[in-house]
């Protein structure tokens, strides 16, 4: 069996807010190969943010906590780790990509001084000239010119913000990264780019990668397995043929495939779901999904599935059984 | 044949900046019939907001005609500017944006109906208002409740409540759905596809996802920095497109299958900046096929099929 860079088990985090406590991931599993991809799919409020945040160890503090389960990162506990110590984990073993490039830099500092005081933070042993050449390497790698390195955020355009972001993210060249909707606020012609540029880094520094997502044709053209959420669990989880070609699928997979507009049919109408997430303050009873599952039977209401396992293929839905 | 609802004659915005002029809208010429409904398809920087803007006189052409049942509206005064905006509405981009904060559901959807005059006292506004409300599938008692209480989903459906309460005709929809989840976005354009059919609306749908226009549009026109490059029924464009950059446009969105393969047409480099472009095609710095006529002149547009316009000297 392959060793795992990422097992998460059982994690629930919540949040205290003024209105009561958000209950953000309630009982999440994940596994992560390594050299493997991985794509975690849900809509806004499935808790996907909150779960990479979690791994980082990036919680608001006082707001934000796991009050129950166990992350391990290359088979260490990182769960109780304090602060110092996790401080050396970041950036050599587990680093990020945060959503919005356009909002994650430093508008005051220079590219080439950012993408230093990763190294400088992380990798101080190296000293100060070879973080100089190690910076232009990086720059080049990511297909941007070293000569631009003391411009400032603003003269880049969005795609260009998001290469620099990639770079600092493996600055250190981390076993694990984790992109957070690297390109959702990217063009389409421009996150294809991005797309092509993230496998290709994958690949030279052999980075496992975990990456989230609401979109499933990004999540084809990258990934070799899919986690689905919902309300803060994962509802279905395989490989990429299990998700997108397998028979049996959750209710919620389907009809989250069934919301993208297909370019190479001809249907005028779509078929979405109904309703809305349910609010993570107060949870349905049963299974998450009930409410606006169209194959809703009785033990819906009261009873959380359990995960039916076909190989690699795990659904958390009573309709299999 | 019968005069289009709307049509767009060199239709041009410039802005004036410390560096020149930056060419937003150029040219641009579109033709919407009744009922019927075109997709603007883009990049972001393309123009495509500043186009809808411009034909509502948001923003002021630097040149060309706007026609609206066969009458010129930029000649208009601000007196029947007010009364034509009756029948020309608009959705925005952002249902966070757009929506003032202070003001209940209830008097978002009925401010216009004070400012146009349409329902008399108060009775009947509220009752106008609960209609609307019930069209766009908005529940009752949503209508003292502020902007933040909901989801953007349903903020959304405010949004078109407020530009279908006085009785459109035609509708800039800019970017409706780009702020939703998928399974949110599906719905919305299930009801803007129902309210269409309905109340026999026109719409000019601005968006950057390709996947979204197809099922909404009837004819689609792709623009890039500023330019119209080709314009063709909604079917003929996905089977058939010509224009190098809808090629790449097209095959540059992810499918959600697994047989589609990797992409293999990336297209290089970006956007150019629009400020004081260099003559010729605009997208010849990105052109994978690009001959020596492309920097020298414009490209004629050229009609390859029937109602199938390509801006390319390659045709």
């Known amino acids: 069996m392959k060793k795992k860079i990422l097992e998460i088990k059982d994690l629930y985090v919540e949040y205290i807010t003024e209105d009561g406590i958000v209950h953000a991931v309630n009982g999440l599993n994940l596994e992560l190969e390594k050299g493997q991809t991985l794509g975690l799919v849900g809509e806004t409020g499935a808790g996907k943010t909150t779960t990479v945040l979690s791994i980082m160890k990036l919680l608001p503090e006082q707001i934000g906590r796991i009050t129950k389960g166990t992350i391990l990162l290359d088979g260490n506990n990182i769960t109780d780790l304090r602060e110092t110590e996790m401080q050396k984990l970041r950036g050599n073993a587990v680093s990020m990509i945060f959503q919005d490039p356009m909002t994650s830099l430093n508008p005051v500092l220079s590219v080439g001084d950012q993408i230093a005081e990763v190294l400088e933070l992380h990798q101080a042993e190296l000293g100060k000239k070879r973080i100089d050449e190690r910076v232009d390497e990086i720059l080049d790698m990511v297909g941007l010119q070293k000569e631009r390195k003391v411009e400032y955020p603003h003269q880049f355009s969005g795609g260009m913000k998001q290469r620099i972001v990639i770079a600092m993210a493996l600055a250190c060249e981390p076993k694990l990264l984790l992109a957070d909707e690297p390109t959702t606020a990217l063009d389409v012609t421009i996150q294809a780019q991005v797309l092509e540029m993230m496998n290709r880094l994958k690949d030279t520094f052999s980075t496992s990668m975990m990456l989230i997502t609401h979109d499933l044709g990004v999540v084809a053209q990258t990934c070799d397995s899919v986690a689905i959420m919902y309300a803060g669990r994962v509802i279905e989880q395989g490989t990429l043929k299990d998700i997108y070609t397998a028979g049996r699928h959750h209710p919620y997979t389907i009809g989250l495939f069934n919301s993208i507009p297909d370019l190479t049919k001809d249907t005028k109408r779509l078929s979405p779901i109904k309703g809305l997430m349910p609010d993570p303050i107060n949870l349905p009873n049963g299974c998450a999904f009930h409410p606006r599952c169209p194959e809703c039977l009785d033990v819906c209401r009261y009873e959380m599935p359990e995960e039916s396992c076909y190989g690699t293929h795990k659904i958390r839905c009573h309709l299999y059984k | ?315």
Do not use: W
């Open chain 2, 1 to 315: 044949m019968s005069v289009p609802l709307l049509e767009t004659k060199g239709l041009k915005k410039y802005f004036k900046t410390k560096n020149g002029f930056l060419h937003a809208v150029d040219d641009i010429n579109i033709k919407i019939d009744e009922g019927n409904t075109l997709g603007v398809v883009g990049e972001s920087g393309c123009g495509k907001s500043t186009l809808g803007r411009t034909i509502l006189r948001l923003i002021e052409p630097t040149e060309g005609e706007v026609s609206f049942n066969g009458k010129n509206i930029i000649e208009y005064n601000r007196k029947s500017m007010v009364a034509i905006r009756e029948k020309m509405q608009i959705i925005f981009q952002d249902p966070y944006a757009s929506l003032n904060p202070r003001m209940t559901v209830g008097e978002i959807i009925a401010e216009p109906l004070y400012v146009c005059k349409i329902t008399k006292g108060k009775k009947e506004t509220n009752n106008r208002v609960r209609s609307l409300m019930e069209t766009v599938g908005l529940a009752e008692r949503y209508e003292n409740a502020y902007p933040h209480e909901l989801d953007g989903g349903r903020r959304q459906r405010i949004g078109i409540a407020r530009a279908l309460s006085v009785n459109p005709k035609f509708i800039v929809c800019d970017e409706p759905v780009s702020a939703l989840d998928v399974s949110i976005q599906a719905q919305i354009l299930n009801l803007m596809m129902d309210l269409q059919e309905e109340q026999k609306l026109t719409y000019l749908f601005i968006t950057h996802d390709l996947s979204v226009v197809k099922h909404i549009s009837d004819e689609i026109a792709v623009m890039y920095l500023g330019k119209c490059v080709e314009k063709a029924p909604s079917k003929e464009l996905y089977s058939n497109p010509k224009h190098p950059y809808t090629q790449a446009l097209l095959s540059a969105i992810p499918i959600p299958k697994l047989d589609q393969g990797k992409i293999v047409n990336i297209i290089k480099g970006e956007v150019l900046s629009p400020i004081n472009p260099a003559p010729g095609c605009r997208f010849a710095p990105r052109c994978p096929y690009i001959n020596k006529d492309c920097t020298v002149a414009e490209p004629p547009l050229c009609e390859i099929n029937e109602n199938h316009f390509v801006l390319c000297t390659l045709y």
